[in-house]
């Protein structure tokens, strides 16, 4: 999965991936 992380809001790209993965 390509997706870039931005230094700001980690935490909501990461939710945002698991929510997608799952």
């Known amino acids: 999965t ?3 992380i931005p230094s ?3 935490m ?3 939710g945002g991936f ?3 993965e799952l």
Request: charged share 0%; no cysteine.
């Open 18 to 20: 698991v929510l997608a």
């Open 2 to 4: 390509t997706a870039v």
């Open 8 to 10: 700001m809001g980690l």
């Open 12 to 14: 909501q790209w990461f």
